[in-house]
């Protein structure tokens, strides 16, 4: 994010959120680069509070249409689950 020059180091994770609309929102969830490599991406979403942010995202409607948008900002309690990719694979250095 580097809007008017405020950047700020990251990882992230590259998630599947499927929503209880029956929208399924693929994109990066991003976290500081501080982040211990120990903590698990289900453990930083167990963190989060009330929304969840997700950038470079996928949007599928539950009618196969597609686009893309560069950030959403998800409500917890509209998402049914999320897909997690394989722990070895999780955090990815921006």
Known sequence: MSAYGLFKNTKYVNLVFFMKAGV???GQYHVPANTSASVRPSDALQQARGFINVSNASVTSSGRQSRQV???SLALDAIAWVEFPPLDDS????
């Open 70 to 72: 560069s950030f959403v």
């Open 91 to 94: 955090w990815i250095d921006q």
């Open 24 to 26: 399924r929102i693929a």
